[in-house]
């Protein structure tokens, strides 16, 4: 490689990374830093009197933590479900030629594709005509919309990389397909189903339109909405907000650093392979 | 044969619940809410019989002013932000695709801003773009420059989100496209520096024809996602001030939950699946001969 070359690649690498974490660095710095200095000006780069105040306030705010353990048990639920329901979908899709199959595919594509916020509307109206409205439960429920079909894909394309010998030897030992299924296939699934399960949490965690729109409540809201309602009911105190921020991308930037070669190659597999 | 025929059952049985829920959730409220746009429901009236009233919601849509302003907006935000995501995710999927040392690790570092909400990079951004004490505006003064009102100012508002939405989404082109870098076989370079071409060339010549799928099928998507994507929006600035920042979707939203017209954005909704039909089927399209 040419010096000039190089240069101009680790500048650009320099540049973007940069303006990926900077962002970032300034909340968290912030996040520290006593509400009135959080919006002193000029900026002090660093928080000058570091404090966990912030944190506590938000750790202690009981809407504010209702709306946590809220997120927790909505994201953990709806992984649950989706991985479930989209390992039998998904099965089903690699193991089995049926009539409408290949009909079935392009409409779970095509409906992967479609952002789901275009459905806000018919959504609330049906929930609030079946008393649905501010319910955990619908909430779960609308959330698959989001994953399973990103999921079903993702483990369709997982279970065609298991050579067919495996199931064919249990079938011979007198198995039905549906145990072949349980005892053979899903065990071995596991990396499969983990990648499934990050990508549900971390759709789950982040949503927003659906509940901000279908539960907000404050007994059923989720954190995205209530730190939402935060800024329209306090004036904005940028120090809790930014504390809230960091609490609200530990959990789905933690878990994606971590898995994060595992991520790529599923999203991939997902998305481009169809 | 009663044993043959449980068989063939068994794939449609495995798929129920999946095909259940998305029939219940997406399938149906997607096409009820061309029934909806037909009719007066406001939410006052959710819970009562709702007025057939024809076209004239989308009438009242074609009168609206302020709908218009929402479709040139979207035209800004949309182009905006698609330009740049695929420009700049290019750039840093060729560089990273390099031989660089640590390029995984850089790659994980780049997908955070992917990995983290709308919400919260919204309110990133109001923090950084605030026209007082925002750290933006900070930085002009120590360069001498006047400062920008970033997210109050009519006509600079729509940049400023689009600044905001080429961070969250920029990851999503770095990753689709270093897929397609992958699937590019190495040996084709080598014959192409064997025969004299430079770097730049050869990615004219070599690697964008044979990433082309991918390219379509990346812009596709990150103009379906801009066309829908408004919690970023919502948070930064709520459309305004006024309706400047107030793409069509967004403008869907305001009118369903802010001023109660729930056919009105029905309609709006409705404008909004046929687009994105259209782009959906067009990825399909492209996807299936790309197969073959």
Redesign the interface.
């Known amino acids: 490689?040419l010096l000039l070359?190089k240069s101009l690649?680790?500048f650009?690498?320099a540049t973007?990374?940069f303006?990926?974490?900077a962002?970032?660095l300034?909340?968290l710095s912030?996040s520290f830093k006593p509400n009135p200095e959080a919006?002193?000006?000029?900026?002090q780069y660093l928080p000058g009197k570091p404090t966990l105040d912030n944190y506590i306030f938000v750790l202690t705010d009981p809407k504010l933590v209702i709306s946590l353990f809220n997120s927790l048990a909505v994201s953990l639920a709806s992984t649950g479900l989706s991985v479930a329901?989209?390992a039998?979908?998904g099965?089903?899709?690699a193991r089995?030629d049926?009539k409408g199959?290949n009909l079935?595919i392009?409409i779970?594509?095509?409906?992967f594709?479609?952002?789901?916020?275009?459905?806000?509307?018919?959504?609330?109206?049906?929930l609030?005509?079946v008393g649905l409205l501010n319910s955990i439960f619908a909430l779960v429920?609308?959330f698959?919309?989001l994953i399973?079909?990103l999921n079903?894909f993702l483990l369709k394309n997982y279970f065609e990389t298991i050579p067919k010998e495996l199931e064919e030897a249990a079938l011979i030992d007198g198995c039905s397909?549906?145990r072949a299924f349980w005892h053979v296939i899903v065990p071995i699934s596991m990396p499969g189903f983990l990648i499934a399960a990050i990508l549900s949490f971390?759709f789950s965690?982040?949503?927003?339109?659906l509940p901000?729109?279908l539960s907000n409540r404050p007994d059923v809201m989720v954190f995205?909405v209530a730190?939402?309602q935060f800024?329209s009911l306090y004036r904005i105190d940028?120090g809790y907000?930014?504390a809230g921020?960091n609490i609200?991308?530990i959990p789905?930037?933690v878990?994606?650093?971590f898995f994060?070669?595992k991520?790529?190659r599923g999203?991939?597999l997902g998305?481009?392979r169809? | 044969m009663l044993e043959q025929k449980a068989?063939?059952l068994?794939?449609?049985l495995?798929?129920a619940?999946?095909?259940a829920?998305?029939t219940?959730?997406?399938?149906?409220?997607?096409a009820?809410?061309v029934y909806?746009s037909l009719h007066d429901?406001s939410l006052t009236t959710?819970?009562s019989d709702w007025k057939y009233v024809g076209l004239k919601n989308f009438a009242n849509l074609i009168r609206d002013s302020d709908f218009h302003m929402s479709l040139f907006v979207s035209l800004i935000f949309v182009g905006g932000s698609v330009a740049l995501q695929f420009f700049?995710g290019m750039?840093?999927a060729v560089?990273?695709n390099?031989?660089?040392k640590g390029s995984?690790t850089?790659?994980?570092?780049?997908?955070?801003?992917w990995?983290?909400?709308?919400?919260?990079t919204g309110?990133?951004?109001k923090?950084?773009f605030?026209d007082?004490?925002g750290?933006m505006n900070?930085g002009l003064g120590q360069l001498g420059l006047a400062p920008v009102s970033w997210l109050s100012d009519p006509g600079t508002v729509v940049w400023t989100l689009v600044v905001a939405n080429m961070?969250h989404g920029t990851p999503f082109t770095v990753?689709?496209l270093?897929?397609?870098l992958f699937s590019i076989n190495p040996v084709v370079y080598e014959a192409a520096r064997i025969d004299g071409a430079t770097?730049i060339k050869g990615f004219f010549y070599i690697t964008l024809p044979l990433l082309r799928p991918?390219v379509i099928?990346n812009l596709i998507?990150i103009t379906?996602?801009s066309v829908?994507?408004?919690?970023l929006i919502l948070?930064m600035t709520n459309g305004g001030p006024l309706f400047s920042s107030t793409t069509s979707?967004l403008f869907?939203?305001r009118q369903?939950?802010e001023f109660g017209l729930?056919s009105k954005?029905?309609a709006v909704?409705f404008l909004?699946?046929a687009t994105?039909?259209v782009?959906?089927?067009s990825?399909?399209k492209l996807?299936r001969s790309q197969d073959k």
């Open positions: 490689m070359e690649i680790y650009v690498i973007y990374l303006i990926t974490l962002p970032l300034w909340v912030t919006i002193g000006f000029p900026p329901v989209s039998l979908g099965y089903a899709f089995f049926f199959k079935l392009s779970i594509l095509g409906l594709m479609i952002p789901v916020v275009i459905n806000i509307i018919p959504l609330y109206i049906m609030a005509n429920l609308t698959q919309i399973i079909p079903i397909k549906i971390r965690w982040n949503e927003f339109v901000v729109v995205q730190l939402y800024i940028w907000l930014t921020i609200a991308l789905v930037v878990l994606m650093l994060q070669k991520m790529i999203l991939t998305a481009v169809g | 068989g063939m068994q794939p449609y495995l798929l619940p999946a095909l829920i998305l219940a959730f997406l399938l149906f409220p997607l009820w809410n909806l429901v959710i819970l700049v750039v840093l560089v990273l390099q031989q660089i995984n850089l790659r994980a570092l780049f997908i955070i801003p990995t983290i909400s709308a919400v919260i309110f990133s951004f923090f950084i605030n007082s004490f750290i900070y961070w990753i689709f270093t897929a397609g770097k991918f099928i998507l379906m996602w829908n994507f408004f919690d948070v979707s869907m939203y369903a939950f729930l954005g029905a909704g909004l699946i994105n039909l782009l959906a089927y990825y399909m996807l």
